[in-house]
């Protein structure tokens, strides 16, 4: 089987158009074409008014070997790759070894769980939020009546952050292994539609992440796996040996109970900032790494679709259109679009109380008013929180406070309409745009909340970024604080091995352990992360 890569077609093209095109591009005839798929589709809407379909093809042909030696210099026409998953290990029937512990349910602690189990290693994973179901019921709690539970929100809880976001599934790693491949195949098992597989930027949406999330979790008890819900861990228990070597040998849990476990995979996410916390007081290596700061911005998606598509806005293939863009600033910080949704909604992010944090979600139709994005601008730890390894969690909270106090103490978010923020005056009421977040938005001056170097930043980024998509620095578009939580604000660094790096036994991962960003790539370093125990239990 063949790939063609980079075939391009106009986005109004009938559908024999692309076979015709598929036979003039290996310049075959319609007799020794046999059949072809489409492995993936993209748009190239550079031009609004000749936005051109972009795919990659897998292709049968009558006689493939002299059509692949007309094309051996051509990177655009190659043998398909084989993008099954292979199993590094297999647990020896009836394993009867230590279980390896998963703390944290997540999409990285998800997969983590799941290959453990296909692999027959029979993982026990921790979650200290509540099973899905029940946790949307308590997210909903905040959303609905300000009523915040910390232990199972929009942040804790089976699924994780990315349950309540664009549930995309596109991310910037480049994978010789093809382990993406392997993670949207078992979304699509779980219930995702099968167009993830071939969409160059695929999304879920929440409703249908907790169903695909329900699924998994009975996979992975089916093969042996075991979920333990509302049990948060409070202590690692470390044995260090006479040359001062460190080993995990068990797990304090908050209810008092003791697990033994030799092999402990770390994928707790961006905000379990008490574990971070404990981490460190107990010796494990935690290093401050960059994250970013900023505000979620909203404008109503037809805005956004008519600058990014022009006459073809509306079309269905394109759906609700997107953006990414950036600008560096004079004051030498780089302000950049974050996490956007396409019409979707802002949504409170808090897990702590007496803190506001905000974050993106949309649903898989991308059909509500408005388009969000994060707004943000990146700070590191030898500029602007030097003192502590820990010291990005404190900055973080300092400023969720101070939107917390903004908004009206009762979480409501501060907001700003983007005319007043670039005047720096404060806003008393709203304009043309509606926002979307709840409870509630309070109308202030987000200066309030943010460092200066941030509004600086974000100030000569919005006029910029106004030239670059007509209207995006419209003065009635809403801005609504704060957006802290791009990322983990610690690294617990490891080794080549995936171990802490001083401490034998732990695995750090995901986007809690500064190794993921976004769902995908969470999901992929589970597998590696699961990949790395199970050979160290074989061992």
């Given at each position: 089987?063949?790939?063609?890569?980079d075939?391009k077609?106009?986005?109004?093209?009938?559908d024999?158009?692309?076979?015709?095109?598929?036979?003039?591009?290996?310049?075959i005839?319609?007799?020794?074409?046999?059949?072809?798929?489409i492995?993936?589709?993209a748009h190239?809407a550079r031009d609004?008014?000749?936005?051109?379909l972009?795919?990659s093809?897998?292709v049968?042909?009558?006689?493939?070997?002299?059509?692949?030696a007309?094309?051996k210099?051509?990177?655009?026409?190659q043998?398909?790759?084989?993008?099954?998953?292979k199993?590094?290990?297999?647990?020896?029937?009836?394993?009867s070894?230590?279980?390896?512990?998963?703390?944290?349910?997540g999409?990285?602690?998800?997969?983590?769980g799941?290959?453990?189990a296909?692999?027959?290693?029979?993982?026990?994973?921790?979650?200290?939020?509540?099973?899905?179901?029940?946790?949307?019921?308590?997210?909903?709690?905040?959303?609905?009546?300000?009523?915040?539970n910390?232990?199972?929100?929009?942040?804790?809880?089976e699924?994780?952050?990315?349950?309540?976001?664009?549930?995309k599934?596109?991310?910037r790693?480049?994978?010789p292994r093809?382990?993406?491949?392997?993670?949207?195949?078992?979304f699509?098992?779980a219930?995702?539609?099968?167009?993830?597989?071939?969409e160059?930027?695929?999304?879920?949406?929440t409703?249908r992440?907790?169903?695909?999330?329900?699924?998994?979790?009975?996979?992975?008890e089916?093969l042996g796996?075991?979920?333990?819900f509302?049990?948060?861990?409070?202590?690692?228990?470390?044995?260090?040996?006479?040359?001062g070597?460190?080993r995990?040998r068990?797990l304090?849990?908050?209810?008092g109970?003791?697990l033994a476990?030799e092999?402990?995979?770390?994928?707790v996410?961006?905000s379990a900032?008490?574990?971070?916390h404990?981490?460190h007081a107990?010796g494990v290596?935690?290093?401050?790494?960059p994250?970013?700061i900023?505000?979620?911005?909203e404008?109503?998606q037809s805005?956004?679709?008519?600058a990014?598509?022009?006459?073809?806005?509306?079309?269905p293939?394109?759906?609700?259109?997107?953006?990414?863009?950036?600008?560096h600033?004079k004051?030498?910080r780089t302000?950049y679009s974050?996490?956007?949704?396409?019409?979707?909604?802002?949504?409170?992010?808090t897990s702590?109380?007496g803190?506001?944090a905000t974050?993106?979600?949309?649903?898989?139709?991308r059909?509500?008013?408005?388009?969000n994005?994060?707004?943000?601008?990146?700070?590191?730890?030898?500029?602007?929180?030097p003192e502590?390894?820990?010291a990005g969690?404190?900055?973080q909270?300092q400023?969720e406070?101070?939107a917390?106090?903004?908004?009206g103490?009762n979480?409501?978010a501060?907001a700003q309409?983007l005319?007043?923020?670039?005047?720096?005056?404060?806003?008393?009421?709203?304009?043309?745009?509606?926002?979307?977040y709840r409870?509630?938005?309070?109308?202030?001056d987000?200066?309030?909340?943010?460092?200066e170097?941030?509004?600086?930043?974000?100030?000569?980024?919005?006029?910029q970024?106004?030239?670059e998509?007509?209207?995006?620095?419209?003065?009635?578009?809403?801005?609504?604080?704060?957006?802290t939580r791009?990322?983990?604000?610690?690294?617990?660094?490891?080794?080549?091995d995936?171990q802490?790096?001083?401490?034998?036994?732990?695995?750090?991962?995901g986007e809690?352990?500064?190794?993921a960003?976004?769902?995908?790539s969470a999901a992929?370093?589970?597998?590696?992360?699961a990949?790395?125990v199970?050979q160290?239990?074989?061992?």
């Amino acid at each position: 089987m063949l790939r063609i890569t980079d075939l391009k077609l106009p986005l109004h093209h009938a559908d024999e158009e692309l076979a015709a095109a598929i036979r003039q591009r290996l310049r075959i005839t319609p007799r020794d074409l046999v059949r072809y798929t489409i492995a993936r589709r993209a748009h190239d809407a550079r031009d609004k008014t000749d936005i051109q379909l972009v795919y990659s093809v897998d292709v049968n042909v009558r006689d493939e070997a002299p059509v692949l030696a007309r094309f051996k210099k051509d990177k655009h026409v190659q043998p398909t790759p084989n993008t099954a998953y292979k199993f590094v290990a297999k647990a020896p029937e009836g394993w009867s070894g230590p279980r390896p512990v998963v703390i944290g349910a997540g999409p990285c602690g998800l997969f983590a769980g799941l290959i453990l189990a296909q692999m027959g290693f029979r993982p026990i994973i921790l979650d200290r939020g509540k099973v899905v179901r029940e946790r949307t019921k308590d997210t909903w709690g905040l959303w609905r009546r300000s009523a915040l539970n910390p232990e199972s929100n929009v942040q804790f809880g089976e699924g994780g952050a990315g349950t309540f976001s664009d549930g995309k599934l596109y991310s910037r790693i480049k994978d010789p292994r093809h382990l993406d491949r392997k993670v949207l195949t078992e979304f699509v098992k779980a219930g995702a539609p099968p167009e993830i597989l071939t969409e160059a930027h695929p999304h879920i949406g929440t409703f249908r992440l907790v169903t695909m999330v329900e699924s998994m979790r009975a996979t992975i008890e089916a093969l042996g796996g075991e979920y333990r819900f509302e049990t948060r861990v409070d202590g690692i228990d470390v044995a260090t040996d006479d040359k001062g070597a460190r080993r995990v040998r068990g797990l304090q849990l908050h209810t008092g109970d003791y697990l033994a476990a030799e092999q402990v995979v770390l994928a707790v996410g961006h905000s379990a900032r008490d574990t971070f916390h404990m981490l460190h007081a107990e010796g494990v290596h935690v290093e401050a790494k960059p994250f970013s700061i900023g505000v979620r911005i909203e404008h109503p998606q037809s805005w956004i679709d008519q600058a990014r598509f022009g006459p073809n806005a509306g079309h269905p293939i394109l759906g609700a259109a997107e953006y990414h863009i950036s600008h560096h600033a004079k004051n030498g910080r780089t302000a950049y679009s974050f996490c956007m949704c396409p019409g979707g909604t802002v949504v409170a992010a808090t897990s702590e109380e007496g803190r506001v944090a905000t974050n993106g979600m949309s649903q898989y139709s991308r059909n509500e008013r408005n388009a969000n994005s994060g707004m943000v601008v990146g700070i590191d730890p030898e500029r602007d929180y030097p003192e502590h390894p820990l010291a990005g969690i404190a900055l973080q909270r300092q400023i969720e406070e101070r939107a917390f106090v903004a908004g009206g103490s009762n979480y409501h978010a501060p907001a700003q309409l983007l005319g007043d923020f670039l005047a720096g005056r404060p806003s008393t009421k709203l304009g043309s745009v509606t926002p979307s977040y709840r409870p509630g938005v309070t109308m202030t001056d987000l200066a309030l909340c943010l460092p200066e170097f941030v509004i600086t930043a974000m100030r000569e980024a919005l006029v910029q970024f106004g030239r670059e998509i007509p209207g995006y620095d419209h003065p009635d578009a809403v801005l609504t604080g704060v957006e802290t939580r791009t990322s983990a604000p610690v690294r617990i660094t490891r080794g080549d091995d995936f171990q802490s790096l001083n401490t034998a036994g732990l695995f750090p991962a995901g986007e809690g352990a500064g190794y993921a960003g976004g769902i995908l790539s969470a999901a992929v370093d589970g597998i590696k992360v699961a990949e790395a125990v199970a050979q160290a239990l074989r061992v």
